[in-house]
Structures are given as C-alpha cells and as structure tokens.
C-alpha cells in the first residue's frame, strides 16, 4: 500500500461515519444572575472529565439556556443513539439532539448504564445514516485511532486522529457538579487530540466502525484521553432489546486487582485475585449490607481468589469476571482469609 492510499483510509472512514454523529445540546432553567456564565468552570483537584456537565440543579425559574454541550452516535436508523452517562446525567435537564444535517429533535435518556460511563437516548426519527459498530476485543496497540465529536460544543463533527496508545486503564471521572465519581477499569487510552464536548462520540478504526466512545481526558496533559470499549455499550443494547433497560450483576463490595507491585507494597500472600478493601471516598465501605457479597459472609480484607474455580488472573479487575454473569447466576468464590481458604456461594442481584 502506497502512502496516497493508506492516506485516504482515514478520510473514507470519516465519510462513513461522520453522518451518523450528532451534537447534544444540554438546556435547563436557571435563575437570572446564574446566566452570566452558563459553562460551569471545572471542579479541582479531579483531573478528568470531558464532557461539559450541566449547572447544579435549580427550580425551574428564569430563563432556559444553554448550560453544556456533548457528542453522540446513531446506531439505530429509528433513533436510537449511544451517548456517555456523564452527558446526560442531569435529570432536571433538557436533551436536543442535532443530526449531521442540522435537523433539531428531542433527545429522551431511554437508560444509565449504572456501571460504566454510557448511556442511550433515543429520538423519534426514522431512517437514519447508522454508525457501525465494531469489535473492541480486538483492538491493538499502536493501531490507528480516529475521533469524532462536537468539540468544545461548538464545533459539529470535528476530527483527529492518534493512535491506541493503552488498554485496560483504570481511571476516576467526575459525573457531574456535585462531586459525583465513577471509577472505569479496563477503559482504551488513546493520543487522539480530543477536546470538552467531544464526550459521548465514537473513536473509530480505519474500517469506520466504532471502537469505543470518547469518555475522559486528563487536564495538563499532552493528548492522553480515554474511551470506553464499544462492546460495553453492545452488552447494554442488548439488555435493552430484551428488558427495556440496562441490566447489571451486583455483588456489593469494593475490591482492588492483585498484582506482584500490591503484594510486595502491603506484603500480601498473593499477587493475584481481588483484595477487599474500602477505596478513599468519604464514607466507602468495603461490603454493603444486605447485599450478596454480605450474604455470603465476605469480610474486608478477605482475597477472592477464584469465581466458579477459575482463578482470577494478575491485574484483573473482578467486575470484568462478574459481567460475564446475568442477575439470577448463583456464582461460588473462594476466598483467603488469615491464610485459611473458604468456599461460599451467593446468587448475583440486579444492581440498582
């Protein structure tokens, strides 16, 4: 392949998708002196988040404006769109949904995915120019990576491209103005030049499907963003085909991947499995109450070592085990505890 062919890869694959992608423009009712700023100023000390979050949450008087902007994609002709949980979050909000050809509709959240940073809205429109998806399992590092979103929400469908520069990252990401937090794992890091407002668009490949949707950056650094992978978000339209909402496995507890690092730092008996440990949140519990996990007896500072008598492997975050699972599944974990080994088993709930 010459440089003028692979050169026009790119530009055949933005032509494919880029009619699919749609700017949200996120609108609520404030009080007159709060309309001198409708951006909110990011929060300190967290370092991610991309899309521009709606103001805090005020009775509807004054004026509705403009208070935020995101990006998302077509993925059904009848109006079905993946957009980021952290776009939508806002409940108090209003959603318009702006189509590649300048076509305004009413953006409706169908669901939040109560995991991962995605969730889908849905408009009523028909025949639609449809985004691919692709295969996120697939993907490999150094390959090429192309964005595509409403940056700083003002530019409609605006490009770059990189490379995929990190799999299976963990990072922290504000969901809102309030201090809401969700902890990714196992999220794509990409040198794609991304900007506010590009949150909730897809990152492509050079066949023009998506890989994954644009989520974070990490401010004060050179093009580090992330995406979560696009077969994440398949999971979460299939549970939407077949139960109207997205549908999680919840064991209740908070538990950091093993690795030799871990075990040498807090001279652990062992480098792999799940650890049991509250996280530096206010208030974090290691094991909720009521939930599975209590049920079956887990205590903190117990190390899950096998789901089902496979070993969890180093570096692996349990919840990637667990979404293998459906709500329903009776699961059997073997824990250490004071060196000694225990068998238990407890049956997976929906997660609310």
Known sequence: MNSQQYDSLPI??????????????ISKYV????QVMPFPMMQFPNP????????????PSGE???VGGGSGFIVQADGLILTNKHVVFDTDAEYTVITNNGQEYPGKVLARDPISDIAVIKIEAKDLPVVTLGDSGKIELGQTAIAIGNALGMFRNSVSKGIISGMARSISAALGTQ???EHLRGVIQ???AINQG???GPLINLNGEAIGINTAIIFGAQNIGFAVPINWAKQDLDDIAKYGRIVKPFLGLLCLPLNKKLQNQYHLVRDKGALVVRDHRPNSIAVVPGSPADRAGIKENDIITHVNGEEIPEDIDLIEILKKHRVGDEIELTILREGKEIKTKTVLEERK
């Open 198 to 200: 590009n949150s909730g």
């Open 12 to 25: 055949e694959a933005v032509k494919k998708v880029y009619p699919g992608v749609v700017s949200i423009v």
């Open 48 to 59: 991610f988040g991309m899309g521009q979050s709606p103001a805090e949450s005020t009775p």
């Open 31 to 34: 009080p007159t002196i709060q």
């Open 64 to 66: 509705k404006v403009k």
């Open 179 to 181: 201090g809401e937090m």
């Open 190 to 192: 990409t040198d794609v």
